[in-house]
């Protein structure tokens, strides 16, 4: 898949901007103090699903309803953020959503998934397990597959890329955390059809390694298990045309442990007040590892979603 172009994302910014209105980039001066770098914030924790997901779903969902106006409804698997953004942004075209999710998913992205009208299924073990029955019952059921990884949904997700960097220049490195694809490569899209510079440096959990284990071999490398408290993370078979695009656009791939991501979680409640779910706190946990590069730098860290259930919360705030 090539990149995505400037026209392509200023296309899907018009139909992001019919729902949504642009979210903040904050710089917070504690995170700078923390990290020994000037921090600027992407706060795609405040959107309608407290998730930069919503961007890609709306895209995909009003250009399906468009090319496919007899169209019965769709289907895709997720661990939460996607499936929110699917479901909200077919009822608001008026199609049926089917989400399958793995068993012992986020409780509460599973209520928020049916609270926009989804049905909710639950199969499988893990994500990988989850999307695989997602397409069986796409073919028996006769639904629009919605892949976790497909350019329009890059097409969206890219617009919060285009705010960020148009917004605050001269950003040395964005950090961002890499689920199935679309975020970072909506980042490296954005930052191309601008002409910038800006280095990408994509983190992934060490407990779910397979993207970073991908840039490293130059060819998609699967694991055998995801098992991160972070779900938007927790992904073991990764996307080829994603890997082909980090492959030349990004920077580097660090792992990062499950104690990293939770310290991340802790900082970001106490020097912001924000919440911060696994992924959504990874970029910083990446700063965070790599400090003394990074020192005097300007930064930007994608706070891609907030959505950790009160549970984990409790484990990430209870930390010294």
Known sequence: MPLITRNELETGAEIVYRHMAPTAQI??????????????????????????????????????????PDCPGVVTATRGNHGQSVALAAAKVGLEATILVPYG??????????????????????????????????????????PPFHARLVQGVGTYAIEFLSTVHDLDTVYVPIGQG??????????????????VVGVVAENAPCYALSFKSGVPVS?????????????????????????TGAERVLTLSEDELLNAMNFYYTDTHNAAE???????????????????????????????????????????
């Open 27 to 68: 710089h917070w001066p504690l995170l700078s103090e923390r990290t020994g770098a000037e921090v600027w914030v992407k706060h795609e924790n405040q959107t309608s699903i407290g998730a930069f997901k919503i961007r890609g779903g709306l895209v995909y969902m009003t250009r399906l309803k468009k090319d496919q």
């Open 105 to 146: 998913n986020n409780l509460e992205k599973n209520a928020a998934m049916r609270a926009f009208g989804a049905e909710l299924i639950e199969h499988g073990d893990d994500f990988q397990e989850a999307h695989e029955y997602a397409a069986e019952l796409g073919q028996e059921r006769g639904l629009h597959i919605i």
């Open 182 to 199: 679309s975020g970072i490569c909506g980042l490296i899209s954005a930052r191309d059809a601008l002409g910038m510079r800006t280095e």
């Open 223 to 247: 694991t055998n298990s995801s098992d991160t408290l972070a779900d938007g993370m927790a992904c073991r078979v990764p996307v080829k045309e994603a890997v082909d695009i980090i492959q």
């Open 278 to 320: 696994g992924a959504g706190a990874a970029p910083l946990a990446g700063l965070i590892k790599e400090r003394d590069r990074m020192a005097g730098k300007k930064v930007g860290l994608i706070l891609s979603g907030g959505n950790a259930d009160k549970a984990l919360f409790v484990r990430a705030l209870s930390r010294s």
